[in-house]
Nanobody, 120 residues
Framework: QVQLVESGGGLVHTGGSLKLSCAASIRTFSSRRMGWFRQAPGKEREFVASIAWSGGNPYYVDSVKGRFTISRDNAKNTVYLQMNSLKPEDTGVYYC?????????????WGQGTQVTVSS
């Protein structure tokens, strides 16, 4: 059974940092692109960042460039999202997702999400 379990969310003040982790129980983890998405209250879920199976080719939404860093440890089947200089607009539920094999734009496994709240 495939599972993605996020952790590391919480409440921080503006300018603070959090590091999210996503532990994946997928046999093909090291062959899949991994991504982070978020959903703010009353808004649609949006893409935040993704990383190739090799750990290269990180890609970020413009609003987080220079503040967030995505990384992965294939030996631990884990992907991370380091979030620095957090802003209130970063508030939302953050989801980890695994892309379909040999795809970069279709995500077929999702975690349950972890709440990130940034107070002003």
């Amino acid at each position: 059974q495939v599972q993605l379990v996020e952790s590391g969310g919480g409440l921080v003040h503006t300018g603070g940092s959090l590091k999210l982790s996503c532990a994946a129980s997928i046999r093909t983890f090291s062959s899949r692109r991994m991504g982070w998405f978020r959903q703010a209250p009353g808004k649609e879920r949006e893409f935040v960042a993704s990383i190739a199976w090799s750990g290269g080719n990180p890609y970020y939404v413009d609003s987080v460039k220079g503040r967030f860093t995505i990384s992965r440890d294939n030996a631990k089947n884990t992907v991370y999202l380091q979030m620095n200089s957090l802003k209130p607009e970063d508030t939302g539920v953050y989801y980890c997702a695994a892309a379909a094999l040999r795809r970069t734009d279709v995500y077929d496994y999702w975690g349950q999400g972890t709440q990130v709240t940034v107070s002003s």
